[in-house]
């Protein structure tokens, strides 16, 4: 996906990155894969602008004892406490915005898993690395382990898809091939900053349960699409034919993950750069001829 230990892609600080715009709540639902708010899904630092990858590893501190404005541009904003719900205050409104622990909860969990996967990520972890009280694990967690994972799951596809449009939104003329140079240069830049200790949590966690979880499966199943789907209507604004937009957003995605995974192997960003340089035309020259 979009890389942080705070996703794909993630270390600056990514709070700060992810505070464009509302997130819509992700409920219990999510644990059994049917809320259809996980629909549409990349790096965790928390992934680009000025942040990398999906690595968000100072954002928790933040959001555990600070207060943010709410709305576009806040940091620390609605991007991360979306995953999980809301707390206090409206986006746009101007007031302060305060993160509970089941919000930092969801968000370190999926910076947890995709450095350590699900089998090595306990509760009592990422309550610690939350700064939540373990004793809320029950409370806001009652499915245990399998619905914080789904839920964590579901934030990353949010916050992935949502970084499709900001992408789009900083490139001057939008073409397939620069879209991809973005998605691909917050994993790269977070890797020469942070070292390749992370990956994606969607893939991870279908890596760890695809086989054995039936709800986690179908919430990441349902986080790529949340990723693929914004990503095929951006390749359509762009000219792509609307029919083979969804194809190529399939394409992009499927390779970016491989290069992160050949990335990590080999220590070294050569794989994701091929990506950019070798697909890039690719996809360009699949935009319509305009009359």
């Not at 644990?31 to 992934?47: C, F, H, I, L, Q």
């Not at 993160?99 to 350590?116: C, H, K, N, T």
């Not at 937009?245 to 080999?266: D, F, H, Q």
């Amino acid at each position: 996906m979009a890389a942080p230990d705070v996703p794909s892609g993630v270390a600056s600080d990514a709070a700060s990155d992810e505070a464009s715009g509302g997130s819509p709540e992700v409920t219990s639902e999510v644990a059994s894969g049917t809320s259809p708010e996980v629909t549409s899904g990349a790096s965790p630092e928390v992934a680009s602008g000025t942040s990398t990858g999906w690595d968000t590893s100072g954002a928790v501190g933040a959001l555990a004892n600070s207060k943010v404005p709410g709305g576009s541009g806040a940091p620390g904003g609605s991007e991360v406490a979306g995953a999980a719900g809301r707390s206090g205050g409206s986006g746009g409104s101007g007031k302060a915005r305060t993160y509970g622990p089941r919000e930092r909860m969801v968000f370190s969990a999926a910076q947890l898993i995709r450095r350590d996967g699900v089998a090595s990520t306990g509760m009592r972890e990422v309550a610690a690395h939350a700064q939540a009280p373990r004793g809320s694990l029950q409370h806001y967690f009652p499915g245990g382990k399998e619905q914080l994972v789904n839920e964590a799951v579901a934030w990353a596809g949010q916050y992935a898809g949502r970084r499709v449009a900001r992408f789009v939104a900083g490139m001057e003329a939008p073409t397939p091939s620069g879209l991809l140079a973005a998605m691909v240069g917050q994993w790269t830049d977070e890797y020469e900053s942070a070292g390749f200790g992370a990956g994606c949590p969607v893939a991870a966690a279908t890596v760890d349960c695809a086989d054995s979880t039936d709800s986690t499966r179908a919430a990441t199943a349902a986080a790529f699409a949340t990723w693929s789907a914004p990503l095929a209507e951006a390749l359509t604004g762009m000219g792509v034919p609307a029919a083979q937009s969804p194809s190529l957003a399939t394409l992009m995605i499927s390779t970016l993950e491989g290069a992160l995974l050949i990335a990590r192997a080999e220590q070294d960003v050569r794989a994701l750069r091929t990506v950019a340089r070798e697909l890039g035309p690719m996809l360009d020259a699949c935009v319509a001829a305009r009359p």
